[in-house]
């Protein structure tokens, strides 16, 4: 008996040595509080690669996937660490400085985390302006590919918003290079085959292809956004399509 609660320690013990634990005294605190402990971590750190849509190796030093024992969670090797702690003392300021006033009621209001601007990702770019970067740095072709991907992988989500104006904005941030009119148009008619029934698709190729003095384009778009648009709402197109068929 006295033998076999000896093995039973022995095995204990070196289990624990093994095993990776939440340290309750971290070495290398200087963002968070510095009476952090092993469970205020595990929350903090899980909140972090949900609320930025990452893996601990965004931030740490270790192979994705190995054990945490052999991570170097000490380390600030990789830059992202650094990013982030700007970011604790941002929000830290955020909410004590700008928001802790702004109810009188002390226990109302809501506080700002790292969820609230990242959203699942780890820089907070919208769509839009992601889908223009790469349109800026790699053309039409790449852009269309890539919000196909996006969508695929991030749709129903709320990383990014995926709703019937976002190609529409793009489509206007690109046609404010009137050089790049044709590409624009190409956005919108992506939105037009995800959206076939979003009026306001029509609407834009009518107003362009009216400035480009392709009238029949207008009048075509003018019907099918007024086709698309119950009642009263539509009296304003239904003019301009009057004006553009009486030739005036
Ligand atoms: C967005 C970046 C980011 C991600 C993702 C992240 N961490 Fe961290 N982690 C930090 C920062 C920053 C610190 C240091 C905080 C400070 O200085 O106050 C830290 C500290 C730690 C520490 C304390 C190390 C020490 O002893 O000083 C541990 C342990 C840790 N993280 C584990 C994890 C684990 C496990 C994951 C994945 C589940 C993870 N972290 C994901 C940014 C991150
Ligand atoms: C008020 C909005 C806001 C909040 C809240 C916020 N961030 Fe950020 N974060 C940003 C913006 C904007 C950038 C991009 C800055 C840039 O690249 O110009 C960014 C960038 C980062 C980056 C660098 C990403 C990269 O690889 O370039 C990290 C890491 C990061 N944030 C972590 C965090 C963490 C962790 C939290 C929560 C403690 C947090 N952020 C909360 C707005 C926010």
Redesign the pocket.
């Known amino acids: 008996m006295k033998q076999f609660v000896f093995f039973l320690l022995i095995t204990a013990g070196t289990l624990s040595a093994q095993q990776w634990q939440w340290p309750d005294k971290p070495k290398n605190i200087t963002a968070l509080p510095s009476s952090v402990t092993g469970r205020d971590l595990q929350r903090v750190m899980f909140g ?1 690669t949900g ?2 849509g990452v893996k601990c190796t965004y ?1 740490h030093v270790g192979e994705e996937g190995a054990d945490f024992k052999d991570f170097d969670f000490v380390s600030d090797a990789k830059p ?1 660490k650094n ?2 702690r700007m ?2 003392k ?2 830290k300021e ?1 909410n004590t400085k700008y928001l802790a006033d702004f109810h009188d009621d002390k226990n109302a209001g809501i506080q ?3 969820q ?3 959203s699942g990702k ?3 770019i919208t769509l839009e302006e992601k889908l223009k970067q790469t349109f800026d740095a790699a053309g039409l072709d790449s852009t269309v590919k890539q919000y196909r991907a996006l969508r695929e992988q991030f749709y129903g989500g709320n990383t990014y918003n995926f709703k019937e104006g976002t190609l529409l904005r793009l489509a206007d941030k690109i046609a404010e290079d009137s050089t790049k009119m044709s590409a624009a148009i190409a956005v919108v008619n992506l939105n037009i085959e995800m959206y076939p029934a979003f009026a306001f698709s029509y609407t834009h190729l009518a107003s362009w292809y009216e400035d480009a003095g392709n009238k029949q384009g207008a009048i075509d778009n003018y019907k099918k956004a007024i086709e698309l648009t119950p009642g009263s709402r539509g009296d304003q197109m239904k003019k301009r399509l009057e004006k553009l068929q009486s030739g005036k």
């Open positions: 972090y609320g930025l931030c992202a990013k982030a970011m604790i941002m929000v955020i700002v985390n790292c609230t601007c990242h780890p820089t907070p």
